[in-house]
């Protein structure tokens, strides 16, 4: 379990991780198993003002390897249960859903890369940044 400040770097963690209450820049996110991230949660984003965000958008923030004999949509390999979370880069967990259950003004800023997706929650926002001109975009592809 990490929780409160956390130095930047990387993080790597033989099964699973949980971040409670995290507050953190430029840091990575590595487990061989689940993710399950908890509380009020600011991880490389500045939503504040997105121009200076201190992550790099093509950069990985979290990775679960996470894989179980079961049905890859049916494991959650990422799992959020939060409230006012911001949180910017790369989600990936090829083998295993990610599951987000947020409310109160949460925003992802980045991207979101898994075998499936599980969004449930109020006023929740995904936005992407451009690095070429500083403006913002937003998209969501999905595919099969």
Same mark, same amino acid.
Not at 22 to 36: D, P, R, S, Y
Not at 56 to 82: H, K, R, V, Y
């Given at each position: 379990?990490l929780s409160? %400040?956390? %130095?930047e770097?990387l993080?790597f963690?033989?099964?699973?991780l949980r971040?409670?209450?995290?507050?953190? $820049?430029?840091?990575?996110?590595?487990a061989t198993?689940?993710?399950?991230?908890?509380?009020?949660t600011?991880?490389n984003?500045?939503?504040?003002?997105?121009?200076?965000?201190?992550?790099?958008?093509?950069?990985?923030?979290?990775f679960s390897? $996470?894989?179980?004999?079961g049905?890859a949509?049916n494991?959650n %390999? *990422?799992?959020?249960s939060?409230?006012?979370?911001?949180?910017?880069g790369?989600?990936?967990a090829?083998?295993?859903?990610?599951?987000m259950?947020?409310a109160?003004n949460?925003v992802?800023?980045?991207?979101i890369?898994?075998?499936?997706?599980?969004l449930s929650?109020?006023d *929740?926002?995904?936005?992407?940044?451009?690095?070429? $001109?500083?403006?913002r975009?937003?998209?969501? $592809?999905?595919?099969?």
């Amino acid at each position: 379990v990490l929780s409160g %400040a956390i %130095a930047e770097g990387l993080y790597f963690v033989d099964g699973d991780l949980r971040l409670n209450d995290v507050q953190a $820049e430029h840091v990575t996110f590595v487990a061989t198993g689940k993710i399950a991230i908890n509380g009020n949660t600011a991880v490389n984003t500045n939503p504040a003002n997105p121009a200076t965000a201190p992550w790099d958008p093509d950069g990985l923030s979290l990775f679960s390897n $996470e894989e179980e004999t079961g049905a890859a949509c049916n494991t959650n %390999a *990422i799992q959020w249960s939060s409230s006012g979370v911001t949180w910017g880069g790369i989600q990936y967990a090829p083998n295993g859903a990610i599951d987000m259950s947020a409310a109160s003004n949460s925003v992802f800023d980045g991207s979101i890369i898994a075998y499936t997706v599980n969004l449930s929650g109020s006023d *929740i926002s995904f936005e992407a940044s451009s690095t070429d $001109e500083g403006t913002r975009l937003s998209v969501l $592809e999905l595919e099969d």
